[in-house]
């Protein structure tokens, strides 16, 4: 079955982070026993979801893995002009959900798996698929929990999110929080003797974009990204039950989309002190004023040096010699941090088509991706 076939089927597969991935697993992994690869699926203990982890060819010697995630985007909302669980070709571009972000490069991968059985590897090929990514990498962590006993981890790892087929050595670390904040209600006649939980919050969100431009100002911009500094984010906030009520509790989320060089951590303690600096003065008159931070999910920024072994690797498949930086986050920076597999991320398309209705992916990406991964079979042949 070659790439256009395999990527049809994933595309159909509607596998929304709400929803199982079971059943792609199970095509995938069925594609893959078929051809002799041996195959371990790691399933979720409370959702029907699963990661897959393959291997062909020898077991005794580390690899080079491919990662991909199995999840794709929402697409409600949107306005589409094709089917998105559809894959639709025309104008050198193939459309549907997941094309770019990233079932056009799982599609590659498989393809190259199939390849790879009927070859004689001195050096094994690894693929790891995922679930639950673009929730914060949240699946692929029982896929690295049994790597971390493995008596043998990948020489190297390709994740193959969207950079145009450039080498990409780092993107930034994602912490994502909840923030709650407590009040006391009244009527709202008597506003000013109650404590409004909604302009707590709002007093929060404040220090937030104090410290946002604080890190603007004094940080040493890493100008391989298109923003050069960490960044924090507020994206949703709730509070209040009806206008005449002054509200007593107020949530909002916000997230720290951070460089390698800072610590979240840093920034979290900094946010803990101005909460306690809000509620101090309060406290005497409303003892249930309260501030809390929850951190909901988190992974870490993916920093490979540019002379890394692993970069000059993935730079001879690919045939070009500069290296970039991606604002988007993926499973490198742990695999990098938690397993020590030198990574860098590479694979076909552009996240500008991500996430948006018609998404798609130029044909011409795909061939360079199966061009670049018979490349890498060919060394893998040689044994690296």
């Known amino acids: 079955m070659d790439r256009t076939d395999i990527l049809r089927q994933l595309i159909s597969f509607p596998t929304i982070s709400a929803n199982p991935n079971g059943e792609l697993i199970a095509y995938c992994a069925d594609l893959l026993q078929s051809a002799g690869a041996q195959v371990v699926m790691i399933k979720d203990p409370v959702q029907?979801?699963?990661?897959?982890?393959a291997t062909i060819g020898p077991d005794d010697r580390a690899g080079v893995m491919l990662s991909g995630h199995t999840d794709v985007v929402p697409v409600a909302g949107q306005d589409w002009t094709v089917p998105p669980f559809e894959m639709t070709e025309k104008d050198s571009k193939v459309f549907g959900r997941g094309t770019t972000d990233m079932k056009g490069f799982v599609a590659c991968a498989l393809s190259a798996a199939l390849r790879a059985a009927s070859m004689d590897l001195k050096t094994p090929l690894h693929l790891a698929l995922s679930y639950d990514e673009e929730i914060g990498c949240i699946g692929v962590q029982s896929m690295i929990d049994m790597l971390a006993k493995a008596p043998f981890r990948p020489k190297f790892c390709i994740v193959g999110e969207p950079t145009g087929m450039k080498v990409a050595t780092g993107h930034k670390g994602k912490t994502a929080c909840r923030v709650k904040c407590t009040g006391r209600e009244a009527h709202s006649a008597l506003a000013p003797t109650a404590l409004n939980a909604i302009h707590l919050a709002c007093d929060m969100i404040a220090a937030i974009r104090d410290i946002q431009r604080e890190i603007s100002r004094t940080t040493t911009p890493d100008n391989d990204y298109d923003v050069p500094y960490s960044t924090l984010h507020v994206g949703t906030i709730t509070g209040g039950v009806a206008l005449n009520i002054v509200p007593n509790s107020a949530e909002f989320a916000f997230e720290i989309r951070n460089l390698s060089e800072d610590d979240p951590q840093d920034i979290l303690?900094?946010?803990?002190?101005?909460?306690?600096?809000?509620?101090?003065?309060?406290?005497?008159?409303?003892p249930e004023a309260n501030i809390e931070i929850e951190t909901t999910g988190s992974y870490p920024a993916l920093a490979t040096g540019p002379d890394a072994e692993v970069v000059s690797f993935v730079k001879s498949?690919?045939?070009?010699?500069?290296?970039?930086?991606?604002?988007?986050?993926?499973?490198?920076?742990?695999?990098?941090?938690?397993?020590?597999?030198?990574?860098?991320?590479?694979?076909?398309?552009?996240?500008?088509?991500?996430?948006?209705?018609?998404?798609?992916?130029?044909?011409?990406?795909?061939?360079?991706?199966?061009?670049?991964?018979?490349?890498?079979?060919?060394?893998?042949?040689?044994?690296?």
């Open 48 to 53: 029907p979801k699963a990661n897959l982890y």
């Open 269 to 286: 303690d900094h946010l803990d002190r101005a909460a306690q600096d809000l509620l101090t003065p309060l406290r005497a008159q409303f």
């Open 317 to 384: 498949l690919t045939g070009l010699n500069a290296t970039i930086k991606v604002a988007f986050g993926t499973e490198g920076g742990l695999f990098s941090t938690r397993l020590d597999i030198p990574t860098v991320v590479c694979g076909p398309g552009s996240m500008a088509q991500g996430h948006r209705p018609d998404e798609f992916v130029h044909a011409d990406q795909l061939a360079q991706c199966d061009a670049m991964l018979d490349a890498l079979l060919e060394r893998l042949a040689a044994g690296i």
